[in-house]
């Protein structure tokens, strides 16, 4: 790698550290820990900014694969470049690309992320399959 190309490197991953904060406001800390649970599972990602938000590449000048944002609640989602499989004995053809954080980050949560993340990359790891996320209705007395 060029001393140019880690400077930019460099500089897009203070960009995405200084806008996680500006972002995820009060959730400041639990926008970090997914930016670093990203990273971890998957170390060769290039952090930039995409439409405003973190985002993460297999290269400065690949498509993003994973995004990270705040809005209402926290969001991990996934781009529809990142590795997509459907499984042959699935029930339909939707994909499952976003995920959306109403509580605090957990150990579990951040499991879930890093196996997210390397399915999406392609490094291993599993992309849940719509009824994967579907939680059954709470039984009623």
Known sequence: MTSKSAKKDADNLAAVLEKIPQMFGADADAGRRMHDTIMEAAPALKPRLWYGMPGYALGRSKPVLVFIRKDDY????????????????????????????????????????????????????????????????????
């Open 74 to 141: 926290l969001t991990f989602g996934l781009t529809e470049k990142a590795n997509l499989p459907i499984d042959e004995d699935a029930p339909d053809q939707l994909i499952a690309n976003a995920w959306f954080l109403k509580s605090e980050l957990d150990a579990a949560t951040e499991a879930r992320i890093a196996e997210i993340v390397r399915g999406a990359t392609g490094r291993g790891g599993n992309i849940p399959t719509r009824t994967d996320n579907i939680h059954p209705p709470a039984s009623t007395p």
